[in-house]
């Protein structure tokens, strides 16, 4: 029949509305400010706690929603009615309860639980909407430089160690590796050695010099080994920091190089600030090393205190390290025997061979584990200008007497607390830094503004819609009202399509929904403007939608895949906000070709198709 689609064809147009209508429905259930309660170590957080705290808000004239406990009565949330509250809510709750407890602003979900049963949840919201942290990274190259020019120089001194080839001295001064002889003799023997075992021998240039009685070998890493270092650094950073932020949960995150030695990242919907800048910024790292004996040179010792301040011990260690952090494949926390927190570890499989064959000589003997932290200290000189100084401190975590050999997995103890368990396994699990890294520019975007920026852009998204509908009702009236009914069912479907693939939502990807219902309409008016051709020519009414949609539809088809190409290459090359906008251009294509052309078509079919007799088109 002319105009007319089969029922199926109708079926499945209503039911991929319905089920876009109710995936777009969380969006309008947007997260609620709130302040989250929990208790701070073995403190337990009861009802009693969470009362207090929202009778203090009342009588600060606060306008609470409600407070709920969560499912395992671990933590609390007070919903509020006003983001500007926010802050000053938590600290209020923060002074009422106390040092025991955490308090944190957050942002808790509204969606019906209905809803939320059938796995609808609200698009997730950018740095410049949710609000959230921007962090400028630096990394520490001349750290980078010794950390590498010290494992190796460890190296060097096992292989020299394995051929009995004594040294003065082995260390790392001025950005390269010293090693002192006693005679030339030795240092021939030894440079011939490094240049045929050690792997890295050609990164290096070689020098000798006299010093003093003895005689010295200089080993300075060439101008292309010193560049791939920094390189590494850099990408083996930024691949640390995105599994971190991963850990974090944060949805669509930044994390990009900026410059040679500089990273950036940004964290939308971040409201623990601080939480967040001690996970992106710790560069705790862990070694794992043999305690001295009475047999063991003082130029292969180091004395390193414990970590825990108020034994003031300290022990002597090998230089040499067995395994680091870099070595672990996976980390989780646990307890141990008496019920301390502790981390239990499997290496990799290169890293858990060396933990064997260190550990299957020194049965007997003490292995110590030695947290590392780079830590700096921003100092403003006479000058009024910032400086900063970095410091690295070195703390034992355990020293325990190898019972027997060890193999890739072992358990750490001797950890102050569950969070510092709990950060540690983090840590480790995401990977270790090439090189220690300092905070040089922060800045917050506050939930408030995010939310000035969300009114602005549904009003901007509204007056677009609300002068596209207006025109399209003035100039083709009747089928102006069916562009407006697919424009609305356009909306939607890109909501729920947004919503499902998780995709999120920035500014610019609002500009890109507009642009969306633009192209909408646009697939309309060639179609409109089609039908108003063909009625000039005297074809009959039905005849003329018939011809109308059916010689539209090429055109359509090629502006939007252009389009959608456009689209698709700006993803691929942009950044952040780049990308929102492509992401939200790209999905407002596809839906508006199905509702421009198919749902159109539909709802002209049960206006027009089912007339026994039809003389004109309002139109």
Do not use: C
């Amino acid at each position: 029949m002319l105009n007319r689609y089969p029922l199926w064809k109708y079926l499945l147009i209503a039911v991929v509305l319905i089920v876009g209508t109710i995936y777009a429905l969380p969006n309008l259930y947007p997260e609620e400010p709130a302040v989250q309660i929990s208790g701070q170590g073995e403190t337990q957080l009861t009802r009693q706690d969470l009362d207090r705290a929202v009778a203090v808000l009342d009588q600060a004239g606060i306008s609470v929603k409600r407070g709920e406990m969560s499912a395992d009565n671990r933590s609390a949330l007070i919903r509020l009615n006003s983001i500007s509250q926010q802050a000053h809510a938590k600290e209020l709750v923060d002074h009422e309860l106390g040092d025991n407890y955490v308090t944190a602003l957050n942002l808790a979900d509204a969606t019906p639980a209905w809803l939320r049963a059938v796995g609808g949840a609200p698009m997730s919201l950018g740095l410049d909407l949710r609000g959230g942290v921007h962090f400028m990274l630096d990394v520490d190259m001349p750290a980078a430089v010794d950390q590498r020019l010290n494992t190796h120089a460890g190296l060097i001194r096992q292989l020299l160690r394995d051929d009995n080839l004594r040294t003065l001295r082995n260390k790392v001064e001025n950005g390269q590796i010293v090693m002192s002889f006693t005679s030339e003799d030795d240092l021939n023997q030894a440079k011939s050695l490094i240049t045929s075992k050690f792997s890295d021998a050609q990164n290096y240039t070689f020098t000798t010099e006299q010093r003093g009685r003895g005689v010295a070998l200089t080993m300075a890493l060439k101008p292309s080994a010193l560049q791939d270092l920094q390189n590494y650094a850099i990408e083996q950073n930024l691949t640390t920091l995105r599994n971190r932020v991963n850990e974090l949960g944060v949805s669509e995150p930044t994390v990009q190089r900026v410059g040679d030695n500089r990273i950036m990242v940004e964290l939308p919907g971040i409201q623990d600030t601080a939480a967040a800048k001690r996970v992106v910024g710790a560069t705790a790292n862990l070694e794992f090393r043999m305690a001295a004996t009475q047999e063991t040179s003082a130029a292969d010792t180091e004395v390193i205190p414990f970590r825990n301040k108020t034994e003031h011990r300290e022990a002597p260690l090998m230089r040499d390290v067995i395994v680091t952090g870099d070595q672990v494949s996976s980390a989780s926390v646990g307890v141990d025997q008496n019920g301390r927190p502790s981390v239990s570890i499997q290496l990799d499989s290169a890293g858990g061979k060396e933990m064997s064959r260190a550990t299957q000589n020194n049965v007997g003997n003490a292995m110590a584990v030695i947290y590392i932290e780079h830590k700096s200290d921003a100092v403003t000189d006479a000058e009024g200008d910032a400086q900063r100084h970095t410091r690295t401190e070195r703390g034992i975590i355990s020293l325990a007497t190898i019972q027997s050999q060890l193999s890739d997995k072992f358990q750490i103890t001797g950890l102050r607390s569950a969070s510092e368990a709990q950060e540690l396994s983090l840590l480790l699990r995401s990977g270790s830094l090439a090189a220690p890294i300092y905070f040089s520019e922060e800045s917050t975007i506050g939930p408030s503004l995010g939310q000035q920026n969300i009114d602005r852009g549904i009003m901007s998204v509204g007056v677009a819609l609300a002068m596209l509908i207006v025109f399209m009702i003035l100039r083709y009236k009747g089928f102006g009202i069916i562009a407006t009914l697919a424009l609305i069912a356009n909306l939607a479907l890109l909501l729920a399509l947004m919503s499902l693939m998780g995709a999120t939502l920035t500014m610019p990807g609002i500009a890109g929904i507009v642009l969306a219902l633009a192209m909408a309409v646009d697939g309309n008016v060639l179609i409109f403007e089609r039908i108003r051709e063909e009625q000039r020519t005297q074809l009959a009414p039905l005849q003329a939608i018939q011809a109308g949609y059916d010689r539209a539809l090429t055109s359509i088809v090629d502006s939007q895949l252009t389009t959608l190409l456009v689209a698709l290459i700006l993803f691929k090359i942009g950044t952040g906000p780049v990308k929102g906008f492509a992401v939200t251009t790209a999905i407002g294509i596809i839906t508006s070709v199905f509702t421009s052309v198919t749902l159109s078509r539909a709802l002209t079919h049960l206006a027009y198709g089912y007339r026994r007799t039809l003389k004109r088109l309002w139109i």
